[in-house]
């Protein structure tokens, strides 16, 4: 069964600061992987998609890399701002039967502070 | 304005009783997604759906059931049989099925027991 691990549970950092959140999974047989941004309260959004076969994938001040083999994946965000703090869950995706699943991690609550 | 709605936003259960919770979509999504989250937790899979007239159970499907009338809806009903139903409920979809496509969430129901 996959488990998908994200660390650190919380990180608080100073406004204008690099960071990386990390997300690891036990069984590297994933399809894709998605990091999804989520607010208090409300519904997830989508940040970035990386396809098993890719390494990395950015989104303006987001890049997101993928190691297969290690069972690792990383968000990185630049210089980042008050704006950015929220809940950020990793999750993996498998496909099987003409089916599509996500395996999520429990998140990373950021707090960026100004 | 495309997009998924969810109702109520709050709901109330009280004990033996059965709820729905509403899903709605506009987006022409041939898949439909219910997760469950419940505090510092990730999301787990309830129930999906690939097309109209089926579904099929996901992780924590006991005490749960759905039904796939249409392509645009995919309402859940936690039945009394749920002991422990108190959590955020999210819906999602994508454009196609098996596709490993992203997610797009609708802003989730908070189902509180009475």
């Known amino acids: 069964k996959q488990e998908v691990t994200q660390i650190p549970a919380a990180l608080s950092v100073p406004e204008g600061e690099n960071l990386v959140l990390n997300c690891s999974f036990t069984d590297s047989a994933i399809y894709n992987l998605q990091w999804f941004r989520q607010d208090p309260g409300k519904g997830l959004t989508s940040l970035l998609l990386?396809?098993?076969?890719?390494r990395e994938q950015t989104s303006g001040r987001l890049n997101a890399s993928l190691d297969k083999s290690s069972g690792r994946s990383t968000l990185y965000i630049a210089a980042s701002q008050p704006g950015d703090s929220a809940t950020y869950l990793c999750a993996v995706g498998r496909r099987g039967a003409g089916s599509y699943q996500l395996t999520f991690g429990k998140g990373t609550k950021l707090s960026v502070i100004p | 304005d495309g997009g998924i709605t969810q109702s109520p936003k709050y709901l109330f259960r009280k004990e033996g009783q059965n709820v729905t919770l509403s899903c709605e979509q506009n987006l022409n999504h041939d898949a439909m997604y219910w997760y469950r989250q419940d505090p510092g937790q990730g999301l787990r899979l309830i129930y999906y759906?690939?097309?109209?007239?089926?579904?099929q159970k996901g992780d924590i499907a006991e005490g749960y059931s759905v039904s796939r009338e249409k392509k645009e809806s995919f309402p859940l009903t936690v039945t009394s049989a749920q002991k422990n139903p108190t959590a955020f409920y999210l819906c999602?979809?994508?454009?196609?099925?098996?596709?490993?496509?992203?997610?797009?969430f609708g802003p989730g129901t908070r189902l509180l027991v009475l």
């Open positions: 759906s690939q097309i109209v007239n089926d579904f």
């Open positions: 999602a979809s994508t454009p196609r099925q098996g596709a490993g496509e992203t997610q797009y």
């Open positions: 990386i396809q098993s076969s890719q």
